[in-house]
T-cell receptor, first 115, second 115 residues
C-alpha cells in the first residue's frame, strides 16, 4: 500500500529561523514521484516541487530546499530564513510512475511563522 | 481555459438533496482527478478519468457518489441524498498526461456544506 506520513501536525517558528518539515513515505513500487504542495490560508493548492525516484539529488530553489533519501524513505522540506508569508499548510504527496495514477497526500503540516 | 475551473465555489444544501459539482479542466488535458479534503486533513483521492473513461473509482466512499466525463472534457461529481458527513472541500485536478510526469494542476475547489 502507498502511504505518506507527516508526523508534525503543527510547527511554530519565529521569522528568520530555519524550519524543516518531515515526510516519510511507503510504497511497494520501485518507480514513483514525490511532491510538495503549499496550501496558504486562501485555500488553493500550490505546487512546489516534484521529484522522481531515480533522482536522489537534493534540490534548492531560493529559500526552499528538499532532501530526498531513499534509504530512509524520506523527502524532507526545509525553509531557510522563514518569512511570515511562508505560513501555510504543507502537504507531501506520492504517486507511482507505472501503475495507477492517483496522487496520495499526507495529512499536512501547519506552519506558523511568527513575526 | 487557463486553469482548472470548478463551480460552484460554495454550495450549501439540505440533508437528503442531490448535488452536482462541476470541473472544467485545462483545455486539452487528458487526465482529470477528483479529491475530497475534510477540514484539517489532506486531500483524499476519489476517482480519476483518462479522456472519458473512468480509470479508478476506488476512492468513492459509497454508491451515493458518482462521476462522469462524457466528452472527455468537463466532469461532474454527483452526490445523491447528501449527508452531513459529506461536507468538505471537493477539489478537481487535471493533467496533460500521466499526472506524475506532467504534473497535477488543482482547481480552487467547491466548498460543500450539508445542513
Amino acid at each position: 500500500a502507498q502511504k505518506v506520513t507527516q508526523a508534525q501536525t503543527e510547527i511554530s517558528v519565529v521569522e528568520k529561523e530555519d524550519v524543516t518539515l518531515d515526510c516519510v513515505y511507503e510504497t511497494r513500487d520501485t518507480t514513483y514521484y514525490l511532491f510538495w504542495y503549499k496550501q496558504p490560508p486562501s485555500g488553493e493548492l500550490v505546487f512546489l516541487i516534484r521529484r522522481n525516484s531515480f533522482d536522489e539529488q537534493n534540490e534548492i530553489s531560493g529559500r526552499y530546499s528538499w532532501n530526498f533519501q531513499k534509504s530512509t524513505s524520506s523527502f524532507n522540506f526545509t525553509i531557510t530564513a522563514s518569512q511570515v508569508v511562508d505560513s501555510a499548510v504543507y502537504f507531501c504527496a506520492l504517486s507511482n510512475m507505472n501503475r495507477d495514477d492517483k496522487i496520495i497526500f499526507g495529512k499536512g503540516t501547519r506552519l506558523h511563522i511568527l513575526p | 481555459g487557463a486553469g482548472v475551473s470548478q463551480s460552484p465555489r460554495y454550495k450549501v444544501t439540505k440533508r437528503g438533496q442531490d448535488v452536482a459539482l462541476r470541473c472544467d479542466p485545462i483545455s486539452g488535458h487528458v487526465s482529470l482527478y477528483w479529491y475530497r479534503q475534510a477540514l484539517g486533513q489532506g486531500p483524499e483521492f476519489l476517482t480519476y478519468f483518462n479522456y472519458e473513461a473512468q480509470q479508478d473509482k476506488s476512492g468513492l466512499p459509497n454508491d451515493r457518489f458518482s462521476a462522469e466525463r462524457p466528452e472527455g472534457s468537463i466532469s461532474t461529481l454527483t452526490i445523491q441524498r447528501t449527508e452531513q458527513r459529506d461536507s468538505a472541500m471537493y477539489r478537481c485536478a487535471s493533467s496533460g498526461g500521466t499526472g506524475g510526469v506532467y504534473g497535477y494542476t488543482f482547481g480552487s475547489g467547491t466548498r460543500l456544506t450539508v445542513v
